[in-house]
């Protein structure tokens, strides 16, 4: 009798271990909440980005020198953009808004790379954004 | 003698169906809670297509006014009937309640929104950089919806 008692307990048991097993599959499927699919969306605000310097002229005779004119004026452009959006802006792995984040430990958001004339020479240049997490 | 039997019988079946009601109700609560996340799983599945669909509706039409329902363009008098457009310069006349009634219509969607200054009701939105003006001021242009 005791070994049918202890036999049940044991089918019990792992009838238990396997229904939690399964709840707990189906309830974490439920708690993940994967996020929306936004890598389009975010490439095309950094095509935008790059796109209004363009329309802008602040790439005709840009120079990452510290005392490049254009340089100063997309520096304020994308200060200005940071402050709207809240995303710190890099141009070739160099930080050019006045955000905190460091390139090395930044979320990045997107890159896009693009031709442009810089320091007296056609190169391409990648533009990255990044969360701003100051 | 028989009628003791018979009790005992009866007693037997008693047990039996005391057991069998003790195992069904387990197995019915299992079969309940089991229906519930999955009718919750398909819930939640089906909220998350639909929030897919509305952002990617979103994504294509501020893309489709960046880049040509409200850009600048300007008419190229050598060669006729040629426009040049400028993406990311939005000329915000462009964007009239007529625009967005037929961008909506043909998104498909409950509401559309496209302005300059974020409409803050609650509803989706996305932004787009832009430049605007003949100045080329740095701005946002949101595009919300549901």
Redesign the interface.
């Known amino acids: 009798m005791s070994a049918v008692i202890s036999m049940q307990s044991v089918e019990a048991v792992i009838s238990l271990m396997f229904?939690v097993s399964?709840?707990s599959y189906?309830?974490s499927?439920?708690a993940e909440?994967?996020g929306?699919?936004?890598s389009?969306?975010r490439y095309?605000?950094a095509d935008?980005?790059w796109?209004?310097e363009q329309?802008?002229g602040n790439f005709k005779d840009f120079s990452f020198d510290a005392n490049n004119a254009m340089r100063d004026d997309v520096e304020a452009?994308f200060d200005?953009?940071n402050g709207?959006?809240g995303l710190c802006i890099y141009m070739g792995g160099i930080k050019v808004t006045s955000c905190s984040s460091d390139y090395t430990i930044a979320e990045k958001v997107a890159s896009v790379s693009r031709a442009a004339y810089i320091n007296g020479s056609a190169k391409n240049v990648t533009l990255t954004l990044a969360k701003d997490i100051s | 003698m028989a009628q003791n039997a018979s009790s005992r019988y009866e007693m037997s079946k008693a047990f039996i169906t005391f057991d069998g009601l003790f195992s069904i109700l387990p197995a019915l609560m299992?079969i309940m809670?089991?229906f519930n996340?999955?009718h919750?799983?398909t819930d939640?599945a089906v909220e998350?297509i639909n929030?897919?669909q509305v952002?990617d509706k979103l994504?294509s039409v501020?893309?489709y006014t960046?880049k040509q329902g409200a850009a600048v363009s300007e008419d190229m008098g050598a060669i006729a009937g040629e426009e040049v457009r400028?993406?990311?310069?939005v000329d915000d006349s462009k964007i009239t309640d007529q625009y967005r009634e037929s961008l909506r219509k043909r998104a498909n969607l409950n509401g559309l929104s496209i302005e300059l200054t974020n409409p803050g009701d609650g509803s989706y939105c996305?932004?787009?950089?832009?430049?605007v003006g003949s100045g080329?001021d740095?701005d946002?242009l949101y595009v919300c919806g549901d």
């Open positions: 229904f399964v709840l189906m309830l499927g439920i909440k994967p929306l699919d936004d389009l969306y095309q605000l935008d980005v796109r209004v329309l802008k452009d200005y953009i709207m959006t | 299992i809670l089991a996340a999955a919750t799983l939640e998350r929030r897919q952002f994504v501020a893309d960046v400028y993406p990311n310069w996305i932004y787009r950089i832009v430049v080329k740095i946002l």
